[in-house]
């Protein structure tokens, strides 16, 4: 197959996802195939973390978090968050029977964690996880993925699995419809995304690098009137909106 731009396979990779071919959507992930340019670094993420405004979607970043909290607050164990930046998830899980630990490649953020917050927040990233097997009751990985290649998309995902305990629970997050591909084709990519996800498509790489889907919420990014549509999406209008964000419960 030849593909002209890196949106075309992901168009691709959808369809197949869509089709349940996973051996044939498993081929376009080679690093031979067309990709997004990757702006991702430890300097990137400090300036990011860094500056006021991490988050443009602030409201549905807020929501993204408290779902995790109100999920993952009641439990006890091993807890990992995989990037987890500024460490508001972690803020927010502080005097719950959780044992928090963190792995993010910004330094700033590492430092930051580490003297606020109580566990142990490491440098490094989602491609090198330096734990065990099996060690995690619980892995978080927010906001991620869409900064991984596509090339290396397998083998970030298998190390979240592989970290994890059998029966342990995994929560992901990807964007959706954000229109990266207007973006790019402006100049601008203000949040280093290299992937342009969809429901199906970050479902079927999580049933392939061996996790089980237990259920998904949709979050939205309204620029105004924020409560007032979000309660108006659940209750009357649940077709007028496309959804801006996915998070995923699986299971090992």
């Known amino acids: 197959m030849e593909f002209k731009d890196p949106f075309e396979i992901e168009k691709a990779r959808n369809i197949l996802a869509k089709s349940g071919d996973f051996k044939g959507l498993v081929r376009l992930y080679s690093k031979k195939f067309p990709e997004i340019p990757d702006l991702n670094s430890p300097d990137f993420w400090n300036l990011k973390l860094s500056s006021k405004n991490t988050d443009e979607n602030g409201h549905m970043a807020r929501d993204r978090?408290?779902?995790?909290?109100?999920?993952?607050?009641?439990?006890?164990?091993?807890?990992?968050?995989?990037?987890?930046?500024?460490?508001?998830?972690?803020?927010?899980?502080?005097?719950?029977?959780?044992?928090?630990?963190?792995?993010?490649?910004?330094?700033?953020?590492?430092?930051?964690?580490?003297?606020?917050?109580?566990?142990?927040?490491?440098?490094?990233?989602?491609?090198?996880?330096?734990?065990?097997?099996?060690?995690?009751?619980?892995?978080?990985?927010?906001?991620?993925?869409?900064?991984?290649?596509?090339?290396?998309?397998?083998?970030?995902?298998?190390?979240?699995?592989?970290?994890?305990?059998?029966?342990?629970?995994?929560?992901?997050s990807v964007p959706l419809n954000e229109g990266l591909k207007t973006m790019i084709e402006r100049g601008e990519n203000p949040n280093a995304h290299v992937r342009v996800y969809t429901p199906t498509l970050i479902e079927a790489e999580l049933k392939i690098s061996g996790f089980d889907i237990r259920k998904k919420i949709f979050l939205f990014a309204f620029s105004s009137f924020y409560s007032l549509k979000k309660i108006l999406q659940k209750r009357i209008l649940k077709n007028r909106w496309k959804p801006n964000n996915i998070i995923v419960f699986a299971e090992k």
């Open 65 to 172: 978090i408290d779902v995790v909290y109100q999920e993952v607050k009641g439990h006890k164990g091993e807890f990992l968050d995989v990037g987890f930046g500024n460490g508001e998830l972690e803020q927010k899980l502080q005097g719950t029977s959780l044992k928090l630990q963190g792995i993010d490649i910004s330094p700033y953020a590492a430092k930051k964690a580490s003297g606020n917050l109580n566990g142990k927040f490491l440098l490094g990233d989602i491609l090198h996880l330096p734990f065990p097997n099996n060690k995690f009751d619980i892995v978080v990985s927010l906001e991620v993925l869409e900064h991984i290649p596509p090339f290396r998309t397998f083998r970030a995902l298998k190390e979240l699995w592989r970290v994890l305990k059998v029966e342990g629970l995994a929560i992901v």
